[in-house]
């Protein structure tokens, strides 16, 4: 699949994480925020779906994970990728249907919290946009603002 800018996306190498993580990081290019979703459940326990802050190293993301899933240990295969297209063709082209049916098939709500995260990145990703577009933080226009 090719991006918007020509990058090739490897699906086949896409689907085999979104098969394999059990804690899998997903980042987009225009803003900070990071789709973090953890599978692993145990007796009272789900999946998690969250929206995360970005890290500079995969120690702290273990660290973050060791503070709010410490229950389970560190995860057995972790996985962190840069979306390099929109969230709305993410969302549009269901590339996330292997992680949804994982989460649909341990708990109801985690697929629900998939849906609910990912509108709110496509929320987040058209605010960036429109800050883009009128050079508010952390955009730089080149043209003056208007008094």
């Known amino acids: 699949m090719l991006t918007e800018n020509g990058l090739e996306v490897d ?16 980042g987009f290019a225009l803003f900070a925020e990071r789709l973090l979703i ?7 326990e789900g999946p998690l779906v969250a929206v995360v802050g970005p890290v500079q190293t995969v120690q702290e993301r ?3 994970l060791g503070q709010h899933r410490g229950n389970f240990g560190a995860p057995e295969a972790f996985s962190f990728f840069v979306w390099p297209k929109t969230v709305r063709t993410l969302i549009d082209t269901d590339v996330l249907a292997t992680m949804r049916a994982r989460l649909a098939a341990v708990s109801p709500e985690g697929e629900s919290a998939l849906r609910d995260v990912l509108d709110r990145f496509a929320a987040l990703e058209r605010e960036a946009m429109r800050a883009a577009v009128v050079g508010d933080e952390p955009w730089r226009t080149v043209w003056p603002q208007a008094a």
């Open 11 to 26: 699906m086949a190498a896409l689907e085999d994480v979104l098969q394999r993580a059990d804690v899998l990081t997903i």
């Open 38 to 44: 953890d599978t692993r459940t145990r007796e009272g």
């Open 62 to 64: 273990y660290l973050w």
